[in-house]
């Protein structure tokens, strides 16, 4: 589809053109997946976070990355683009957008000891934010397919 409007002639990766899915397509794709298929979770985490790391490193392959983490699986997914990032020498930090366990110390699940930096949002004034983030690649992990209504205070908050 070269030439055509928001078309790129020369994608980074696969095919000019890809349909997205919805995030009810998205859930039914990763369900059939783990149901049917017996892909366990963990594995299409870690696959999607992987994925996400290289295709940041190529579009974006220098400066600080900050990860907005999450309580669901789009955070985990951020935390292992950001654990792939870390162990490629790249300056990370995750900031935590939910209670979550995972991230409770440098030996946590997803992030196989790699010891990344992890700021509490709720510790954060407007300023501390704005510093963290500046001049740097900014990756959502806070909502995932899963989301329904509007976001929670607290995610509302990471998100203005």
Same mark, same amino acid.
């Given at each position: &589809? ?6 790129? =002639? *020369?994608?980074?990766?696969?095919? !000019? ?6 995030? @009810? @397509?998205?859930? !039914? ?15 299409? &985490? /870690?696959? !999607?976070? $992987? %994925? *996400?790391?290289?295709?940041?490193? #190529?579009? #974006? ?9 999450? %309580?669901? +699986? +789009?955070?985990? =997914? ?12 790249? =300056?990370?930090?995750?900031? $935590?957008?939910?209670?979550? @366990? ?8 997803? !992030? #196989?000891?790699?010891?990344? @930096?992890?700021?509490?949002?709720? *510790? &954060?004034?407007? =300023? %501390?934010?704005? /510093?963290?983030? /500046?001049? *740097? ?14 976001? $929670? /205070?607290?995610? %509302?908050?990471?998100? $203005?």
């Amino acid at each position: &589809m070269s030439g055509s409007p928001g078309v790129p =002639d *020369a994608p980074p990766f696969g095919p !000019a053109w890809l349909p997205l899915p919805t995030g @009810e @397509e998205s859930a !039914a794709f990763d369900a059939r997946a783990i149901d049917e298929l017996g892909v366990p979770q963990p594995v299409l &985490m /870690e696959n !999607a976070g $992987r %994925a *996400a790391a290289e295709l940041l490193q #190529h579009l #974006h392959p220098r400066g600080r990355v900050v990860g907005l983490v999450g %309580a669901g +699986n +789009n955070g985990g =997914d951020c935390l292992v683009l950001l654990r792939t990032l870390r162990a490629w020498g790249r =300056d990370v930090v995750a900031v $935590r957008a939910a209670s979550r @366990e995972a991230l409770e110390g440098s030996d946590s699940t997803l !992030a #196989h000891g790699w010891g990344l @930096e992890v700021r509490d949002d709720q *510790a &954060m004034d407007g =300023d %501390a934010f704005a /510093e963290l983030v /500046e001049g *740097a690649v900014v990756v959502d992990g806070i909502l995932g397919t899963g989301i329904r209504g509007a976001p $929670r /205070e607290r995610q %509302a908050r990471l998100i $203005r």
